[in-house]
């Protein structure tokens, strides 16, 4: 199963980024309280690169936190996906079809890819004006806090929006993260899904995991498993 092992690689793939203790500012201390400390800084692992291009305020490690997200899989999947692009062409051509492409657009609503080309052009081009102005806005909005910014790369867009929403309403994700604890999140979780499919969630203890953090429940429905 290609499809299978690529999405494996992907979701096994735990890049860890060094950060220098002078790198980490705009990130809250209790994320990186469960950040493995290190000689002068942390070891930030998968959980936190999100957050490293949301609130981090150093641009060198979002950047650094960015190429870690986007290549995660990279190099074992270099080769998973020659050979599943190679089993899905030789798949549609031996049932007939120009490409893989047409053959998955076949049995959807939209029918074939020529469809969805029009589509994604009407959506590009009813999208690109008010694309751009928001996008000029953002870039000088960013200029008034860091005046040699010239562009806004992939790396950057998280961050500068997060700081422009704090800075036209007031209002950021540490403030609302405050609002929002994470034992208190995970139990409102549980009881919506007790109640949404009528089942009981037990903690089961001792029970082996990948992670000490890592809680595992029993799904009971009328009391049996």
Same mark, same amino acid.
């Given at each position: 199963d290609l499809a299978g092992q690529f999405d494996r690689n992907v979701q096994e793939s735990a890049p860890v980024l060094t950060a220098a203790r002078t790198e980490l500012e705009g990130l %809250? *201390?209790?994320a990186l309280a469960n950040q493995p400390a290190t000689d002068g800084g942390h070891a930030l692992g998968a959980d936190a690169l999100g957050l490293v291009l949301e609130l981090g +305020? $150093? %641009?060198g490690l979002r950047e650094r936190a960015? @190429? +870690?997200q986007v290549n995660r899989g990279f %190099? +074992? $999947?270099e080769k998973v996906l020659t050979e599943l692009l190679a089993a899905r062409s030789e798949l549609a +051509? *031996? @049932?007939g079809y120009a490409s893989y492409a047409e053959l998955a657009a076949a049995d959807q609503m939209v029918g074939n890819t020529a469809r969805v080309r029009s589509l994604l052009d009407e =959506?590009?081009?009813a999208s690109r004006d008010a694309q751009a102005a928001e996008y000029a806005q953002l870039l000088a909005f960013a200029k008034t806090r860091s005046p040699k910014l !010239? !562009? @806004?790369s992939l790396a950057d867009e998280k961050y500068w929006l997060e700081q422009y929403r704090s800075a036209t309403w007031g209002v950021d994700g540490e403030t609302v993260r405050g609002y929002l604890p994470y034992r208190a =999140?995970? !139990?409102g979780v549980l009881q919506v899904v007790s109640r949404l499919f009528q089942v009981e969630l037990k903690p089961v203890k001792d029970a082996p995991t990948w992670d000490a953090s890592v809680t595992v429940y029993d799904v009971l429905e009328r009391g049996k498993r």
């Amino acid at each position: 199963d290609l499809a299978g092992q690529f999405d494996r690689n992907v979701q096994e793939s735990a890049p860890v980024l060094t950060a220098a203790r002078t790198e980490l500012e705009g990130l %809250p *201390a209790d994320a990186l309280a469960n950040q493995p400390a290190t000689d002068g800084g942390h070891a930030l692992g998968a959980d936190a690169l999100g957050l490293v291009l949301e609130l981090g +305020a $150093n %641009p060198g490690l979002r950047e650094r936190a960015w @190429l +870690a997200q986007v290549n995660r899989g990279f %190099p +074992a $999947n270099e080769k998973v996906l020659t050979e599943l692009l190679a089993a899905r062409s030789e798949l549609a +051509a *031996a @049932l007939g079809y120009a490409s893989y492409a047409e053959l998955a657009a076949a049995d959807q609503m939209v029918g074939n890819t020529a469809r969805v080309r029009s589509l994604l052009d009407e =959506v590009s081009d009813a999208s690109r004006d008010a694309q751009a102005a928001e996008y000029a806005q953002l870039l000088a909005f960013a200029k008034t806090r860091s005046p040699k910014l !010239t !562009t @806004l790369s992939l790396a950057d867009e998280k961050y500068w929006l997060e700081q422009y929403r704090s800075a036209t309403w007031g209002v950021d994700g540490e403030t609302v993260r405050g609002y929002l604890p994470y034992r208190a =999140v995970e !139990t409102g979780v549980l009881q919506v899904v007790s109640r949404l499919f009528q089942v009981e969630l037990k903690p089961v203890k001792d029970a082996p995991t990948w992670d000490a953090s890592v809680t595992v429940y029993d799904v009971l429905e009328r009391g049996k498993r």
